[in-house]
């Protein structure tokens, strides 16, 4: 039985606790089941040239809003140990890997792979983001299948880790990270970025929809001729000298799409279709 104040404290616990709920809103909640997650987003970005008659300059540009999709597991206790691997959904017409294995990660940021919180793997499907910018020219960034079709020989899937902030409860509010492995395509030539990592702040919903997310270092871009010399397409050459990095990046997702996940994998790819051919390719 509790006593008088006993039961004080708990109505006020009570009241507190509703209070701050009104406050900061209610965003603890379950995660979702596997799915595929369509929406748009852009990227801004400062760029810092590292050779030709431009070393030395920096170019700094906003990008249009592109649209994406992006694939999650159903959500998983994380255990370490062996490689782990998880199962997720695609399009028909997707010819990606439907399979997230731990070794598949380039990076594993500190936080990301703990023992017991919950957890969603996901890959990104598909993106093609172009833009007119003034002291380079037509830009556009691929990744996913897109990448996939136009350069088979470099790709690798661009993966991401959401894991939940409580220890017991699971879902959301979470944190999240990608491994974006994109190229990126310049008049100057074609340039693979991919020993970045996108860290986004506390998520509360997928797609996390106005969360800041930004690099956590720069990005080196490597020729992907360079790439292909030296035989390094699935892996790191130290020996390869960047032509620029990215100093800056941020890549905000903007708004959902009100469409599935099926007929917004086909929305990406007729756009693309409609877009027409790539800058260096064109």
Known sequence: MTTGDESARLAQLNEDYDELLAQMGDQIGPYP???IDGFLSHFIISLEILQGPAAGQSVMFTMPPAVQTVSRSAPFRYRSGGDHSVQIPLPASCTLPSTIRESDFINRPDGFFQ???ETVWMQILNLDA???VDALGPVRIIL?????REYPDVFQPSL???QSLGPRR???PAK??????ALIETPAGAFRAIHGTLAYGRITSFPPIGTPVSICDCIPLESVEEVRRTGSLHSVDESIEPFARLVALSHPIDVAMQIPGEEAFLHVERRIELAGPSPRQG
Not at 144 to 148: A, F, M, R, S
Not at 176 to 181: R, S
């Open 33 to 35: 089941d596997a799915g």
């Open 115 to 117: 023992e017991g919180r």
């Open 130 to 132: 172009r833009a007119e």
């Open 144 to 148: 996913g299948e897109t990448l996939k």
């Open 160 to 162: 991401g880790v959401a």
């Open 170 to 172: 699971g879902g959301f």
């Open 176 to 181: 999240l990270f990608f491994n974006p492995y």
